[in-house]
């Protein structure tokens, strides 16, 4: 049985991408075969329906749960610990093979949790565009859930409507519509019916309404030209499926990492197993000597300690207002070299505000920002009475009262209801006590002439005490040749000053502000109905009010603090280029010394070639007037060139890039539910500040994993290289692998994981980001480990043949001694590791708590290792004399002296910047 629900049979309309904005409203019901008028017939409806599709979009098929399981196995390193699992087991060595399973699966496990978490932009966009809408439909108007829409639908929009369906629009009345989430245009766009040219912008199609955006003010009726995935909308999630999904910088270092240590051990084991049996020892032996070289070279801690390491950065993080959605985000954003931010409600406030005023000839500045009106006029710098500017007060007045919007205070904080423009002059008027709800009273409005596109303004008849009066509000160009004079400084009539006026003007927009002009006119006071003809002529000039969506103020530190850091930071918006530029220069994006800031439009970006982009958009720091697809290639550009991404916004047009980038990071209170899913992080304050913050976490946490990764490799060489040398030479295995075993678990948790509360070292930020190209074995790091090594390795032989030739204790005491001084050496050997660069002195020897509790808590573990009879019998282990303690900790000393003398050659005169261990 058919029914309209079933899977659409062929594509939807607007998949081939006709260009609706540049037909006639003739030739688009000619293509839809639709009349205005009466709309579809239901029978028709039906039909396309069945032909077309729901509109509503298609979710991906998600990856079913126990591959994406099992896929956490797949990694060379974890390749490493199963097999030695199985072979310790098919040894009968059981203990130690269920402790090396267990490790890989509770990484395993913790792995498929974060996953689990990620990517859900699909259903959220889904969710974005189910809705119901008012359709015209036999010549009837009904309302249908908005999944029914089909191509030639006719659709009845109002204030407040969430547009269903991509429209073309048929009929306009004084339409808005806020497509900020979706073209990144701060103020809601004015919509007309006029036919555009085919290569009109899709910010620029203001007779196309959108899926998903909403309708701020106003009337319209628009024919569905596109449902679905075909929609604006639709076409974006398809972006978002097929953004590639990139590995961070910690796990391609890791990975590559793991494949190294891979063949490493296994080349290591074989060469020591076919020594030994060309020696003419026995294969069952060698065999149980070259699990011993594995366990022991083997770093078992490695993966759950970079996961352990990666959990306690979320919780800092989190602490700091950034929520990490997926674990290696935290170590990204230390290694980040380009933040590419959205400017509306991510540099800027996403509220338009007031920041100058013009009026009877003399400039006044406004403080404050957004929507609270707490704020302060100034003249000159200094804070003025407004109500000594008469011409101020009437100009302010003249906001207040031409005005549609409203604001509310809704859980302490002031919010916007209506045009967010209206909403900037309510919030003037307030800072020079102009409330709007006794404003009013004092003049109520008795007729309005709306805003209309073809006219660029607002009029509106008030009455009050003094006669009536019309206030009228708009473009300069539609109010300044109306006007026939001005209002002074002192409220007196003055001719009117053309010139100084548009000299004026063209410094507001010269900064990005946007210009409103405001005039009025005295009327009889029985003056009835308003119309056109009265607001033609006789109008007295007010003033000017310029206004701007203002940079957050924390925006401004944050930026300065990331190009400190060597971290660049880029405007991707789709806002115009001048506004952008102004928001760009006030935030401190470029520095105008050296050719100031440079802006790219998307017209730019479509004439320049993929090969030619990547240097264009390295050196250049706003990009305006930008489509979604467009974000994706810059994002995919600088990525060309090598550098580590990060991509902030809050819109469904950010989400694409967000995805695309090295760390995606969304705004949790404005942003939409698109651009989180999309997102590694999602900033909680929405601060652009946080990033910074979370960028100094990131390093903080990044430098812990390379100090735990430093202090593992050689403690894990010195043990592989001790078994190897007995296998190589026909020695005595000075420790057996169960012993090993535990020293690598306990000193992993007890020891290396203290590395992790290691407090951030001072000059965090004034450093450049690391190079993500830099291997994590550099030349000095494999001297270090080699130094440690050897150190090791002829500790654990002395002792072990003093033991046994001098003191003439037993085998076991003797391989009792040798575990002792390998813990001991990795105790001490942890203290260096403190800091990669400088002396352990230097940065304070009790400022990391932790690290003592934990040498503490290994040497007790090691005192029952020695002493308890339980863990003698499970190890092997025997009690030590005295003379064997002193003995260890010689050695531990001499490691510890060794590696701060070796710091001190290398980084003895550095004490700025560049001073690292690379």
């Given at each position: 049985m058919s029914g309209p629900d079933k899977s659409p049979q062929t594509p939807p309309a607007g998949e081939n991408r006709v260009s609706w904005h540049a037909l006639s409203s003739a030739l688009v019901a000619e293509t839809l075969d639709v009349r205005f008028k009466e709309g579809l017939t239901l029978a028709e409806a039906a039909s396309r329906l069945w032909k077309h599709g729901r509109n509503e979009l298609t979710a991906r098929r998600a990856r079913p749960p126990w591959l994406g399981f099992l896929l956490q196995f797949h990694q060379p390193l974890v390749y490493i610990l199963l097999a030695a699992g199985i072979i310790t087991a098919v040894l009968g060595e059981h203990v130690d093979s269920l402790v090396i399973f267990g490790v890989v699966l509770i990484n395993a496990t913790v792995g498929f949790i974060q996953e689990t978490k990620a990517e859900m932009a699909i259903e959220a966009l889904s969710r974005l565009v189910v809705t119901s809408a008012t359709v015209r439909r036999d010549g009837r108007r009904r309302r249908i859930p908005s999944v029914e829409l089909v191509p030639g639908d006719i659709v009845l929009l109002e204030g407040g409507d969430l547009v269903p369906a991509d429209l073309r629009l048929i009929v306009v009345k004084s339409l808005q519509v806020n497509e900020s989430a979706l073209t990144g245009e701060s103020v809601p766009v004015m919509k007309d019916k006029v036919v555009l040219p085919s290569e009109t912008l899709l910010a620029d199609r203001r007779n196309l309404a959108f899926a998903g955006?909403?309708?701020?003010?106003g009337q319209g009726e628009g024919v569905v030209v596109a449902t679905g995935n075909a929609t604006e909308t639709g076409r974006i999630a398809g972006l978002l499926a097929g953004a590639t999904e990139l590995s961070t910088p910690l796990t391609?270092?890791?990975?590559?990492?793991?494949?190294?240590?891979?063949?490493?051990?296994?080349?290591?084991?074989?060469?020591?197993?076919?020594?030994?049996?060309?020696?003419?020892?026995?294969?069952?032996?060698?065999?149980?000597?070259?699990?011993?070289?594995?366990?022991?070279?083997?770093?078992?801690?490695?993966?759950?300690?970079?996961?352990?390491?990666?959990?306690?950065?979320?919780?800092?993080m989190a602490r700091r207002r950034a929520i990490i959605r997926k674990l290696p985000a935290v170590e990204t954003l230390g290694s980040t070299t380009v933040i590419c931010s959205d400017k509306t409600g991510t540099l800027t406030e996403n509220q338009m505000t007031v920041q100058r005023v013009h009026a009877g000839g003399e400039n006044f500045q406004l403080t404050g920002s957004g929507y609270d009106p707490a704020g302060r006029i100034l003249a000159d710098g200094l804070e003025v009475d407004p109500d000594r500017f008469p011409a101020l007060i009437e100009c302010l007045r003249a906001g207040v009262l031409c005005n549609e919007a409203e604001l509310v205070i809704e859980d302490g904080r002031p919010h916007m209801q209506g045009d967010p423009t209206e909403a900037a002059l309510l919030v003037a008027g307030a800072k020079a006590g102009l409330v709007h709800a006794e404003t009013t009273r004092a003049a109520p409005r008795l007729d309005m002439i709306p805003f209309e596109s073809e006219h660029m303004f607002r009029a509106t008849l008030h009455g009050g005490g003094s006669g009536r009066m019309i206030y009228k509000v708009g473009a300069i160009e539609r109010?300044?040749?109306?006007?026939?004079?001005q209002l002074a400084a002192d409220g007196s009539l003055v001719p009117l000053d053309r010139a100084e006026i548009l000299r004026v003007v063209d410094a507001c927009a010269s900064d990005g502000l946007r210009v409103l002009a405001l005039a009025r006119r005295h009327v009889a006071s029985d003056h009835g109905e308003l119309t056109h003809d009265h607001v033609k002529t006789g109008l007295t000039f007010l003033g000017l009010q310029g206004m701007i969506d203002p940079p957050r103020s924390e925006a401004l530190e944050a930026v300065a603090n990331c190009r400190r850091a060597g971290v660049r930071v880029k405007m991707i918006t789709?806002?115009?280029?001048?506004?952008?530029?102004?928001?760009?220069?006030?935030?401190?994006?470029?520095?105008?010394?050296?050719?100031?800031?440079r802006v790219l439009t998307g017209r730019d970006l479509e004439e320049i070639s993929d090969e030619a982009l990547p240097e264009k958009a390295m050196e250049t720091e706003v990009f305006a007037r930008v489509a979604p697809e467009q974000k994706l290639r810059l994002v995919r550009a600088l990525q060309a060139r090598g550098q580590i991404v990060a991509m902030t916004g809050d819109g469904v047009n950010d989400a694409p890039a967000l995805k695309q980038s090295d760390i995606g990071i969304a705004m949790g209170i404005a942003g939409t539910d698109v651009a989180k899913g999309a997102a590694d992080m999602i900033l909680t304050d929405d601060h652009f500040a946080t990033i910074a913050a979370a960028v100094e976490e990131g390093r903080g946490v990044f430098d812990n994993l390379?100090?735990?990764?430093?202090?593992?490799?050689?403690?894990?060489?010195?043990?592989?290289?001790?078994?190897l040398l007995a296998m190589l030479l026909g020695l005595t295995l000075p420790v057996l692998p169960v012993q090993l075993l535990w020293v690598n678990l306990t000193t992993a948790i007890l020891l290396g994981l203290m590395l992790v509360f290691e407090p951030k070292e001072a000059g965090l930020m004034n450093r450049p980001p690391r190079d993500p190209a830099k291997p994590l074995l550099t030349f000095p790091l494999f001297m270090r480990t080699g130094l440690v090594t050897l150190i090791m390795i002829a500790g654990a032989y002395w002792l072990f043949y003093l033991e046994m030739r001098i003191d003439g204790q037993s085998l076991a005491e003797a391989r009792t001694a040798v575990v002792n001084v390998i813990v001991a050496v990795e105790a001490a050997y942890l203290f260096c590791c403190r800091s990669l660069n400088h002396s352990v002195f230097r940065i304070g020897l009790c400022t990391n708590r932790a690290a003592f509790f934990g040498v503490l808590s290994m040497l007790s573990a090691q005192i029952l290792f020695t002493y308890a009879p339980t863990m003698n019998r499970l190890f092997h282990s025997t009690p030590l004399s005295l003379e064997s303690w002193l003995r260890i900790g010689i050695v531990a000393s001499a490691?510890?002296?060794?590696?701060?003398?070796?710091?001190?050659?290398?980084?003895?005169?550095?004490?700025?910047r560049g001073a690292e261990l690379e």
């Open positions: 955006s909403h309708v701020t003010g391609r270092k890791i990975a590559s990492f793991s494949r190294l240590l891979l063949w490493l051990i296994l080349g290591l084991a074989a060469l020591g197993f076919l020594a030994g049996v060309v020696r003419g020892a026995s294969a069952v032996d060698m065999f149980m000597a070259a699990v011993a070289l594995a366990v022991g070279a083997i770093p078992e801690g490695l993966p759950a300690a970079v996961t352990i390491v990666l959990a306690i950065g979320v919780s800092r109010l300044l040749d109306r006007c026939s004079d789709g806002d115009h280029a001048i506004t952008a530029r102004a928001v760009a220069r006030q935030v401190g994006l470029g520095d105008e010394g050296s050719g100031g800031i390379r100090k735990f990764i430093v202090w593992t490799l050689p403690t894990s060489f010195g043990e592989g290289c001790i078994v490691a510890f002296a060794a590696v701060e003398f070796e710091k001190w050659v290398r980084f003895g005169g550095k004490r700025g």
